[in-house]
């Protein structure tokens, strides 16, 4: 048995990366939930040091504490059915934040906020927490019949049937498209949604195993628990129980929101903007990409409108996931702003820095598509573009691997040597966008007794220049910060 503090479950490093109005960021009193919850105290254990520890690896013990946060926190009382995939409260919370932000940024109106919850599940946990604690409408939906009633039943519990409709939908059916259809709401003001990860079976089958007798269905369906598999992975340290339709679909989480990318093309205005969750970090940089390609391929001539999307972590104990948002309406702030970085250049003028920064930028194959820095005036900056990093270890290694592949054409090829097809980049790379802005520094110092501050602005030969590298919208930060190192680095040795 795994036995975990429950301090530890919440209290972990990564606490303080939550939401800032997350209220599990601070670990909560688990000695007054055993307390005052029956149902949680048979998996609490009072130690030796007085602190109170739960079993995580056992699925009872996390469904009983997810009833009771619930409860106690938001006035919800929710049924969990064995079989189906438990909720972990505080991420489905920062998740709901992390949109929060979005409306509030945007100044939508709060009071006429409606999301779609794909696929609610049984626990039906978004709509039900975006409508007691926003007092946000949902339609909630849901392809497996069992969990939809389930659903249906928690809404009807709690008294939001005003607020949260419960749809049936199927397997096999449009994601968005026929909600939208057929629902009395034809604009909705955000969608979210938490996919199958995982890629069929087989996938599946890595990481969790079949729940049941003899590998019976339980329920008339499969359930999985995660466990150890043949000893590739380390202990879990949650248990977690769910069925095959809630852990796996047909080409994992890239195909599931690459369904939802086509038909949030063809609606556009039917969803302010749309959101969803993904569970695996290689899924960003190939989803981000297609948004990249769909952003290209669009036509910049419907009503003026342009793709915009951006990506978002969300942590929370030791777990991370990642959210991807886009729209087509200019009005929505997506949550993260471009973010910019520095590189302090000193005893360096503005016009020395910029000439420097447009020789590092071309000596590695970076593309100034636009230069309208005024030596004479601040306020102008660079747009730059490059598709392969070559400061990044993968540009480097992709660079070599399509020279080894063109070396091995021409060995093998008889007669005269051709130029050999292209590789194939086994992880696609959203192309990098930044642009690049300069500024002088004021030189302060002190004077006299009085320690007031006296401005220096002469533009000399000591003075500071910061050059200022702005990501684009939906682009790597990390990426630009190692190409600001890498300069750092050449400047402080003189190339």
Known sequence: MLILSALGAFGSPFDVEMHERNPYARPPDFARLCAAHADLRPHCKLVANGKVHLDFADDAAVRALTRALLKQDFALDVDLPSGSLCPRVPQRLNYLLWIEDVIVASGLDADAVRGI???????????????????????????????????RQNVARNGLSERVDVVKTTVDGAIIEDVIASSPHPHYTFCMCNPPFFDGDGETGERFVERGEEGKEVGGRKEWE???VGGKRPAPRSGTVAG????????????????????????????????????????????????????????????????RFASGELRQGRTQRWLLAWTWDARVRLPLRPASLELVMRECARTEAMQWIRTQLLSLHVAIERDDNDEEVEGGRMECRVATPSWLRRGRKRKKTLATGAKAHCVAAPGPCEAAPPTPDPAPFLPLDFS??????????????????????SPGADSTTVVVFTVGDGQRKRDLAQLVVHLSNRRSVGK
Do not use: H, P
């Open 117 to 151: 919850d794909i696929g609610t599940g049984a626990s039906c946990i978004y709509a039900l927490l975006g409508a007691r604690r926003f007092g946000w409408s949902f339609t909630a939906t849901e392809a497996e019949l069992s969990s939809s009633e389930v659903a």
């Open 244 to 307: 095959e339709n809630e852990l796996a679909t047909e080409g994992g989480e890239c195909a599931f929101v690459g369904r939802m990318f086509e038909e949030s093309a063809r609606m556009r205005d039917g969803v302010r903007f749309y959101t969803t969750m993904l569970g695996k970090k290689s899924s960003v940089a190939v989803l981000m990409g297609r948004l990249a390609r769909m952003r290209e391929e669009e036509d910049e001539g419907k009503e003026g409108k342009r793709l």
């Open 436 to 457: 690049v802005s300069c500024r002088q520094r004021a030189t302060y110092t002190l004077s006299g007794q009085a320690r007031r501050l006296s401005i220096d602005e």
């Open 226 to 228: 995660n466990a150890v």
